[in-house]
């Protein structure tokens, strides 16, 4: 049950982020407008959660992020977190992940 609770915390968190994001540059943004959006990649969104990560699709690449790691999608190099794996399909993100 804590798990799950940190797993919906960090997904609402990392929504939150990006409407403050969208919010910011003064973009109105419907939900159908949202769905073209992150058609584009240009807003992360969470796949699934494989074991203590959260798999994260943003800007093409696939990132497996763990939980409680905090992300600034649009400021930080995600990839150089640590504890982040990066792969180009979320089938070879998942077979970097540790076991």
Same mark, same amino acid.
């Given at each position: 049950m804590k798990q799950y609770l940190? %797993?919906? /915390?960090?997904? #609402?968190? /990392?929504?939150?982020?990006?409407y403050d994001v969208q919010a910011k540059s003064k973009t109105a943004t419907s939900s159908a407008q949202v769905?073209? %959006?992150?058609? =584009?990649d240009s807003v992360p969104i969470q796949i699934r959660v494989v =074991? *203590?990560?959260?798999? %994260? @699709?943003f800007k093409g690449a696939f990132y497996a992020c763990p939980h409680g790691q905090e992300v600034n999608w649009e400021i930080d190099n995600v990839a150089k977190l640590p504890g982040v794996f990066v792969a180009?399909?979320?089938? *070879?993100? #998942?077979? @970097?992940l540790p076991r």
């Open positions: 940190l %797993v919906t /915390t960090i997904f #609402i968190l /990392t929504l939150s982020a990006c769905e073209s %959006v992150s058609n =584009g =074991g *203590h990560y959260n798999i %994260v @699709k180009d399909s979320e089938n *070879h993100l #998942i077979a @970097k």
